[in-house]
């Protein structure tokens, strides 16, 4: 089909369900979101949630953050995407960077809008959070330095986790003009190395899968050495998670929770080790985003749900 004959609406509405389906998203930043409040409430020895509209206001910035950060990587990767990933929908002109930079605006434009009406207290840390993009946007001013640096440059990119978390916890400690309690600390180090799990679990590949130019984990550093760092990562979080539930006295269950799932993580790793398959590749970021999905439940989503509901 003729990209250039289809309305911007539709171009754009395929662009989102292969690059930022905002379903999805809404649902898994939601739960994100969720569970910072919930762990800032539990460690302040909160029993009820916060207001639903500061909630949702916080939910939909969140949303509007990580949308910015897509539009961003979608510009600072555009030369390397023309050059080795024609498939994906810049490189073969369903959007332009130039309809992205707009959306991106637009986006900018709202969740400006909705803390100017409903939360203004988090505007200071929400521009430390742009000044922080922007930032990554540019490379650091260092971009050929960083590419040739991969460890270095995911983990500088990655602050931008906690960073957020900071806001959304803030839906609490900040909005009740109260001081963030010191477990929040560990809560944050938390997320940031659960982001280095799930940039790991998304990029490594089969050997048959890996293309020219692409630098996956498994490409860069070797299937078995990419993998075993994705368990040992996967251990250290399980350790900090623990750690902080224990802080906040949630009891043997989330330990339980993680527990398993830490066990799943250590089958899929020796599966993908014992025979790098795709299938098994694919089962690696199944695998980190089902963490993710458990870690943060189980550090406040589950907890608080119990609080909420009395049980």
């Given at each position: ?7 911007f ?7 989102q ?13 939601g739960?994100f979101?969720f ?34 950060v ?22 073969r ?32 840390i929400f ?23 991969q ?8 602050f ?27 809560f ?36 078995k ?32 929770l993680l ?25 690696m970021?199944?695998?980190?985003v ?7 439940l ?14």
């Amino acid at each position: 089909m003729n990209n250039g004959k289809r309305s911007f609406i539709s171009r754009f509405y395929e662009y989102q369900k292969e690059r930022f389906p905002f379903i999805g998203h809404f649902f898994l930043i939601g739960m994100f979101t969720f569970s910072a409040v919930a762990f800032s409430l539990i460690s302040r020895g909160k029993q009820e949630f916060i207001n639903p509209v500061i909630f949702f206001a916080g939910v939909i910035v969140n949303v509007g953050l990580f949308y910015l950060v897509r539009v961003f990587d979608e510009h600072k990767d555009a030369e390397d995407d023309a050059l080795y990933r024609k498939t994906l929908p810049v490189p073969r002109g369903l959007v332009s960077l130039t309809e992205l930079r707009n959306t991106g605006i637009v986006s900018f434009m709202i969740i400006v809008l909705v803390q100017v009406l409903v939360i203004p207290e988090m505007l200071w840390i929400f521009a430390i959070i742009i000044g922080y993009l922007l930032l990554m946007g540019k490379e650091f001013f260092v971009a050929a330095w960083l590419k040739e640096r991969q460890l270095l440059y995911i983990t500088s990119h990655m602050f931008i986790i906690p960073l957020v978390d900071i806001f959304s916890s803030g839906l609490d400690w900040l909005m009740d003009d109260g001081i963030p309690p010191a477990t929040l600390t560990l809560f944050f180090i938390i997320t940031y190395f659960n982001g280095l799990v799930l940039e790991f679990g998304r990029k490594l590949r089969a050997p048959s899968q890996e293309e020219p130019g692409v630098k996956t984990y498994s490409a860069v550093y070797g299937f078995k050495k990419a993998a075993i760092s994705f368990l040992l990562l996967l251990a250290f979080t399980f350790v900090l998670a623990v750690y902080a539930c224990i802080l906040v006295s949630h009891g043997n269950s989330s330990f339980i929770l993680l527990s398993v799932f830490l066990l799943f993580g250590l089958i899929c790793t020796l599966l993908y080790i014992g025979n790098p398959l795709p299938k098994r590749a694919k089962l690696m970021e199944i695998c980190s985003v089902l963490w993710t999905f458990i870690l943060y439940l189980s550090l406040g989503g589950i907890p608080m749900l119990f609080k909420i509901f009395g049980t």
